[in-house]
């Protein structure tokens, strides 16, 4: 099993969900607020896991994903679109919408375990909390925005056990700031978490 990698704009106050206003709340769009360059092109600095890593993502991002990148041509959206995916969903989807695509009804947490490369989690947080949840998060890359809307999806749940991680780095990035965090030197440990996510993983 390679790294799992979980990469995420996050507000200033810890919200993730609807950075780009997609999904129609109250306070989504806040990241795209700032304009193109803190969102566009390779900002989590993925560069050579884009190739030999493997994206994760649940259904509603990956729907929402393949009816974007498909049809752009620069570099970005080259590795984008060449880049291995897998989408766990309990509905199912058409992989043919997205190219390099594979379905998978499976829990996330057996999905990382029979990967043996690196693994790219974006969008779905249900699909990250279960990760969380079993202590398989080797590495954050968080682009944070000088937003707080005060509602939405935390990254970091209640009821999580307390872990501790390193900063690598912090650099700005647009309006944002990019932070790298890794996996204190400990292990993983063989237990899940305390708290319960939500077990339909696939949204």
Known sequence: MGNVIVIAFS?????????????GTATGGWAFRHGPDSVAGDKFRLGPLMDSGVMLLGRRTWE?????????????????????KLVVTKSGVDTAAWSNSVATDADPVDVVARETGDVVVTGS??????????????????LTFPSVIGAGERLFPAGIQPGNFTYVSAEPSGAAVLSVLQRAVAPRSTASTSFSANPSSGT
């Open 125 to 142: 947080v249900s699909v990250v909390h279960r990760l969380i949840e079993h202590d398989l998060v080797d590495e954050y890359r968080l």
């Open 11 to 23: 507000t200033l106050d810890g919200f993730v969900s609807d950075p780009d206003g997609s999904a």
């Open 64 to 84: 929402l994903f393949s009816r974007r990148w498909p049809n752009r041509t620069s570099p970005f959206a080259d590795r984008m679109n060449a880049m291995r």
